[in-house]
């Protein structure tokens, strides 16, 4: 599978890892737009939010447990943070490996661009 985030999973590719167990990996986004810009993925290769099934839904769970467990650890849980799934380009998804974004650190506005 030629796919950016499961080579970053595998350590093929480095990255800035955070967390990662058996199920979900946590890194530093490359390009961040907070002072806190984390992707939280999972280990599975899944393209887009829109081929997430029933068998998916413990691990989509665990993601949002992680971004939880990471905005506690950097303290940013109680000021605010965000949490994002881009799906499909018309919404900015950039690469087709599912990715939940946890930004942080600053304030941040609503609605998004
Ligand atoms: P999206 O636009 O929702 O698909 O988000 C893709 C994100 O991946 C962007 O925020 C990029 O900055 C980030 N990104 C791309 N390549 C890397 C990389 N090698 N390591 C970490 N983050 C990356
Ligand atoms: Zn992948």
Not at 72 to 92: H, M, P, Q, S, W
Request: charged letters at 20%; hydrophobic letters at 40%.
């Amino acid at each position: 599978m030629n796919c950016l985030f499961c080579k970053i999973a595998s350590h093929e590719i480095p990255s800035q890892i955070v967390y990662e167990d058996d199920d979900v990996v946590a890194f530093n986004d490359i390009n961040p737009v907070a002072p806190h810009h984390i992707l939280i993925i999972p280990r599975e290769h899944i393209s887009t939010l829109n081929d997430l099934k029933e068998e998916h839904k413990a691990m989509t769970g665990h993601i949002l447990l992680t971004a939880q467990k990471l905005a506690k650890e950097l303290d940013i849980a109680e000021t605010g943070y965000r949490v994002v799934f881009n799906c499909n380009r018309g919404a900015g998804q950039a690469v087709f490996h599912i990715h939940l974004h946890l930004i942080g650190g600053r304030s941040l506005t609503w609605p998004p661009g």
